[in-house]
């Protein structure tokens, strides 16, 4: 048996600019089929002297918030084994 599950991950970015730095903030939602919620957060900073690239900012900012959605649902799947094993969840 086979099944197919659709997960839909939205993105946000923006970019706040002043002289020559700027922060560039990324927000990252998930919704899955039963109904959970979760959003990641990053950001990136451009020092003044950096080259202006806007991009590499952007790329860094969702980089970091996925990476904070991932941690966030590997905690939801840490808490599932649990409650249905009752075991805790050990990562290797």
């Known amino acids: 048996m086979q099944t197919m599950k659709r997960w839909d991950v939205d993105v946000v970015v923006a970019e706040e600019s ?3 730095s700027a922060h560039t ?3 990252v939602g998930l919704i899955a ?14 020092h003044p002297y950096d080259f ?3 991009e590499i900012g952007e790329e860094l900012a969702v980089s ?12 939801v799947a ?5 409650d249905n094993t009752g075991n805790p969840w050990r990562p290797t």
């Not at 970091?64 to 905690?75: N, T």
């Not at 840490?78 to 649990?82: G, K, Q, S, T």
């Open 18 to 20: 002043e002289g020559e």
């Open 25 to 27: 903030w990324a927000e």
């Open 33 to 46: 089929d039963d109904g959970t919620a979760l959003r990641g957060h990053g950001m990136a900073r451009k």
């Open 52 to 54: 202006d690239a806007p």
């Open 64 to 75: 970091r918030a996925l990476s904070d959605l991932s941690r966030q649902l590997r905690q």
């Open 78 to 82: 840490a808490e599932d084994i649990n």
